[in-house]
């Protein structure tokens, strides 16, 4: 299964654009992909600052040479 790394920054707890490695999206709906996504990015996030109650944040997700948001790129 492709992968594809997406950053995120916190607010709350400072952590600034980090890095995390998630699945690309294939033929799911983006809402379900997304989902998937921010489950995986607060599991990341209350490992590394288990004491950060922030659900407010910013979710970067590189598209360049990407036929979908979050697809993988192409070669």
């Known amino acids: 299964m ?3 790394n997406v ?3 916190c607010s709350g707890c400072g952590l600034y654009r980090v890095s995390l490695t998630v ?3 294939q033929q799911e709906p983006i ?9 995986r990015i607060g599991e ?6 288990p004491h ?8 970067m997700i ?5 036929e979908v948001l979050g697809g993988a790129a192409m070669n």
């Open 2 to 4: 492709p992968t594809i």
């Open 7 to 9: 950053k995120y920054s």
């Open 23 to 25: 699945q690309a999206r």
């Open 31 to 39: 809402i379900d992909w997304i989902t998937t996504v921010g489950f």
């Open 44 to 49: 990341d996030h209350s490992r590394r600052s």
């Open 52 to 59: 950060c109650v922030s659900r407010v944040g910013e979710l």
């Open 62 to 66: 590189p598209i360049t040479g990407a």
